[in-house]
């Protein structure tokens, strides 16, 4: 009975759960032979033979002896007698561990679930599931591997994998893999993986051959998407749709630096990179007269895919501060671990809409310009310091807190 080889093996390897995330080589290959060099070249070990186990002592569901009640201590101590792996359950409840051949309703344990077949309803434990076959219904515990598809809602603790397909909603704290098609959401706080995904994936890192839809997180990584990627940094071999981050990634990346004037007189600077029809910007911005201020944030677009004409519009969130009265803010309040009211009166937010226009006179240098919208929000706690204000002050105070006006720029390309 390969239960207490299985448990002693997984105890052994929970120290090491982040390892678990890569699918077993033989698996994958044969289910997707054109599998990505993104895939293949992710850097986590494969699991140990023990996964090719699971399920190769499954029966046909008609063929087991139908128990329906079992209630018991561990296998061989309860109603499924020596043989656990040839009876199938409709109510299975363990002290420790319960081990049937199917289940069709519901399996709980304090430390262990292993079903040689299918399951069909709740498995629930505080420890590992194992499933040989296919799972439809609800999955709880600290691990869950399922060596066939699932189709529900998998939740863990520390880690899932299903080895085949997954529809529905897959959360795993450390991570979740899926070695064909997800459909739904796979999602948690460390790495999703997926051979295919139709649907979300979010958590730190997530990685897909093909996706269809949004993956959200630290670090996103696709060989071919549609869909949204959003996160720090994000890479894809193909993709159609923006890619929306810090660092984006694709053959058909566009990078300009740009720079321009408006009607505050700050100079910005900034870095335009993206794909033909999506960009962010990045950018810097100053100005030494009537008062000194400075400016930074981030912001992203669509544009129209031509080669020398600019069309585009885009939405940026920036911080504006006064370095005067931040200087002025340190030295009355010496010391202090928290923003003042001095510093809450040293910065601004702006947020901006912008349309633009312009026209590429050679390959790289253009010239642009446009139309803007701008909202600067006053911090609540501060004095109600207004740090910009186009010129000839054509501005709406709405209240004490939000200033908006229109504005126009002009700047050059390269």
């Known amino acids: 009975m390969h239960h207490s080889v299985l448990f002693s093996a997984t105890l052994a390897l929970l120290p090491f759960a982040g390892q678990l995330l890569a699918s077993d080589s033989t698996v994958t290959e044969a289910k997707a032979p054109m599998a990505t060099e993104i895939i293949k070249s992710t850097p986590i070990a494969a699991p140990v033979g023990w996964w090719n186990t699971l399920g190769t002592d499954s029966l046909p569901y008609d063929s087991l002896q139908r128990i329906p009640v079992n209630i018991g201590t561990m296998p061989t101590m309860d109603a499924n007698g020596k043989n656990p792996g040839k009876v199938a359950n409709s109510l299975s409840l363990a002290t420790v561990s319960s081990e049937a051949g199917a289940i069709r309703g519901l399996q709980a344990s304090l430390a262990m679930n292993d079903v040689h077949g299918s399951v069909r309803g709740v498995q629930v434990t505080g420890g590992l599931n194992l499933v040989g076959g296919n799972v439809v219904g609800v999955q709880g515990g600290g691990l869950n591997l399922v060596k066939g598809n699932v189709s529900g809602l998998q939740y863990a603790s520390v880690f899932n994998r299903v080895g085949g397909n997954f529809s529905g909603v897959q959360f795993g704290v450390i991570g979740n893999v899926a070695e064909g098609e997800v459909v739904g959401v796979q999602t948690g706080s460390g790495v999703n993986r997926a051979l295919s995904i139709k649907g979300i994936q979010d958590g730190i890192a997530n990685i897909a051959c093909q996706a269809k839809g949004v993956q959200s997180g630290m670090i996103n990584v696709a060989n071919t998407i549609e869909g949204v990627q959003f996160g720090l940094i994000n890479i894809a071999k193909h993709m159609t749709g923006p890619q929306i981050g810090l660092v984006n990634i694709r053959p058909d990346s566009r990078v300009f630096v740009e720079s321009w004037t408006d009607e505050t007189g700050l100079s910005h600077l900034g870095l335009n990179y993206g794909s033909p029809g999506w960009y962010n910007l990045f950018e810097f911005a100053g100005k030494s007269t009537d008062g000194n201020r400075f400016a930074f944030g981030w912001g992203f677009g ?42 809450k009166d040293a910065i601004n937010g702006l947020f901006r809409a912008r349309a633009t226009v312009g026209w590429h006179l050679w390959s790289r240098l253009a010239v642009f310009g446009g139309a803007s919208w701008n909202i600067l929000a006053i911090p609540e706690g501060g004095h109600g310091s207004r740090l910009l204000r186009p010129y000839e002050s054509y501005h709406w105070d709405a209240n004490n807190h939000v200033r908006m006006w229109p504005g126009v720029f002009l700047g050059i390309r390269i």
């Not at 585009?312 to 030295?331: F, H, I, N, W, Y």
Request: aromatic share 0%.
């Open 302 to 343: 669509g544009r129209l895919p031509a080669k020398r004409l600019i069309l585009s519009t885009d939405l940026s969130a920036l911080l504006v501060g006064d370095p005067d009265r931040l200087d002025q803010a340190e030295k009355s309040n010496p010391g202090s671990d928290s923003l003042t009211a001095d510093h």
